[in-house]
């Protein structure tokens, strides 16, 4: 039995109760006086002291009491527990019930209390003589109030606060949990992962289901509460002692309602938005993804490469999915998404951790529909546009090459050359052949062509993008009527009756290659025949005489030799 106790049958001695509040007092040796009355000697005063101990306090406190020879008679430490009792009450022996008064946690006395404030002239059985003087070495550890309730202090508060903790939201937060003289008793930290719970429903003690409320996220506060508001008359069985207040260092990351939806904020929309995205288009975007807390867990931008993805379809996460639909291109927008639109409650192992509400910085750089065809937008045309394109006509354009986002990606006039090509002979992809087509010289247009009319999913390497939309301005410069398609040479006039004779200049009875490339050339150089322009004109030639070279022997017989009109196969010959 503790031998400070008010009752002397029981010798009950006050206990303490741990409390995160201290008052300083100045250490000092009083003078020697008479011992009617306690006297109290500070052995160790904190440097702070937010609470002293009040008549009605609850107190949780250690001792030592000895004779003034230094004889031990009792010890809580040598029991293993501290010494829990209400001060004032007349649960302790006066002078311990007057010398608690006043004390800070943490705070040391060496207390001396005269018979008269102790036991007495009776003393106490065989242990305590009459009139004997008590010392004790007091050190409180806790104290509290019945009336007590959790208080918070808040230390840090981020510059930033869009919304505070609710009942029944969800939250991720690391704390240090402490008792009231700073000993820890756990902590989220040395496990290194989040506490994860609801708040104000029942799943965590009273007091920190209270203190948690009307936090922001990034806060960071001090939780303390009673043994009422935490694990009570008998602690937790293991590290938190019975009647013991708790102190939680709490900072706040992360925080949500299962019944949110994505919020898109920061949306910063181009004056130009001819059009916005659904469900099917193909987006390119780049992106900074990090928690709520601000931790960055990826970014397309570190890969040097867009996110490119058909949306409203479930390729990618279910709020990305819905925070796509109705951007433009060039769009910059942030969302917000809930982990039961993101990643759930297991996350992706170490950069997203399981229920982390996600946010995307979002910069669109382009998008498509896989129904979409060129867009031709004629920005200027002579007043005489007689002649238009067609297939097979041979056209040189200047043109402004970049992507939707305004990148350039090339230009004919860094070359000061034109660009010329064939209509229909696949030598551009198709979009530019679709919007060259039906042009008149002197003509200037703006084309958006998709990637699947573009250069594909592959782009071009260094240059284009995979999946790509590309974007030209052309103009028109010069053109060459084709000839009728399936013709790499016409005749301007009746061909000779004698053509294979005129051919055969040796009179050897065959063409050779070279009578035969000789004459075609003259017959073009004289007017009367034309080769199909944009092409090289010697390839063509050989390719006619090699479809006249029937049994390909290296030259042709009057018997090999006829007119296209005479063949019953299409073949790029006469």
Avoid at 102 to 112: A, F, P, T
Avoid at 119 to 128: A, L
Avoid at 480 to 509: C, Q, R
Wanted: glycine share 10%; net charge negative; proline share 6%.
């Amino acid at each position: 039995p503790s031998l400070v106790g008010g009752n002397q049958s029981t010798g009950d001695l006050g206990g303490f109760l741990y409390l995160s509040v201290l008052v300083t007092f100045a250490a000092c040796n009083a003078p020697p006086v008479p011992l009617d009355d306690i006297l109290i000697e500070k052995t160790f005063v904190p440097e702070q002291c937010a609470r002293a101990v009040q008549v009605g306090d609850y107190v949780r406190y250690h001792y030592i009491g000895t004779f003034p020879d230094g004889k031990k008679f009792d010890s809580s430490y040598d029991r293993g527990t501290t010494y829990n009792v209400f001060v004032g009450k007349k649960q302790l022996i006066q002078g311990m019930d007057k010398a608690l008064v006043g004390m800070c946690v943490n705070e040391r006395s060496l207390v001396k209390i005269p018979p008269q404030l102790a036991y007495g002239k009776q003393g106490y059985g065989t242990i305590i003589p009459p009139d004997a003087i008590l010392h004790f070495d007091v050190l409180l550890l806790d104290v509290w109030n019945p009336d007590d309730g959790v208080q918070t202090n808040t230390y840090h508060t981020p510059p930033v606060c869009s919304r505070k903790v609710e009942v029944s939201d969800f939250v991720r937060y690391h704390y240090n949990g402490t008792l009231l003289d700073g000993t820890l008793f756990d902590s989220s930290h040395t496990r290194m992962r989040t506490y994860d719970t609801y708040v104000g429903i029942g799943w965590l003690i009273a007091g920190m289901d209270q203190g948690l409320l009307g936090m922001c996220v990034g806060e960071r506060r001090i939780i303390t509460m009673p043994p009422s508001l935490g694990y009570g008359e008998n602690g937790d069985g293991t590290d938190i002692p019975g009647q013991a207040s708790l102190v939680f260092d709490v900072v706040l990351l992360d925080l949500h309602n299962p019944r949110d939806g994505i919020t898109v904020t920061n949306q910063q929309v181009p004056e130009s938005c001819t059009r916005t995205s659904v469900a099917g288009d193909f987006v390119r975007y780049h992106y900074n993804g990090s928690l709520l807390d601000g931790t960055f867990f990826d970014s397309s931008y570190s890969r040097n490469r867009t996110y490119d993805t058909y949306v409203g379809q479930g390729y990618v996460i279910a709020g990305m999915d819905e925070g796509l639909i109705g951007v433009c291109v060039g769009e910059k927008r942030t969302i917000t998404i809930p982990p039961h639109l993101a990643y759930g409650e297991e996350g992706t192992g170490s950069k997203i951790p399981g229920s982390a509400v996600l946010v995307f910085d979002v910069h669109i750089i382009d998008f498509h529909n896989p129904a979409d065809s060129t867009v031709v937008t004629v920005t200027s045309k002579p007043e005489e546009c007689d002649v238009h394109t067609k297939k097979g006509d041979f056209v040189k354009y200047h043109y402004n090459a970049s992507l939707m986002d305004g990148t350039p990606i090339d230009s004919t006039y860094n070359y000061g050359k034109t660009y010329n090509i064939v209509l229909g002979a696949n030598q551009v992809v198709p979009g530019m052949e679709d919007g060259l087509m039906d042009m008149c010289v002197g003509e200037k247009r703006h084309l958006v062509i998709p990637p699947h009319l573009g250069y594909g999913e592959r782009g071009v390497t260094g240059e284009v993008p995979g999946s790509a939309v590309l974007v030209f301005d052309i103009e028109l410069v010069e053109m060459e009527e084709g000839l009728p398609e399936g013709y790499m040479f016409i005749w301007n006039e009746d061909v000779s009756p004698d053509l294979f004779a005129e051919m055969d200049k040796n009179e050897d009875k065959v063409v050779e290659p070279s009578e035969f490339t000789d004459y075609i050339l003259q017959q073009v150089n004289d007017g009367k025949g034309r080769l199909a322009p944009g092409f090289d004109p010697y390839r063509i030639i050989d390719n006619m005489f090699s479809n006249q070279d029937r049994d390909g022997d290296g030259k042709i017989t009057e018997a090999e030799f006829k007119l296209k009109a005479d063949e019953s196969a299409a073949h790029d010959e006469l």
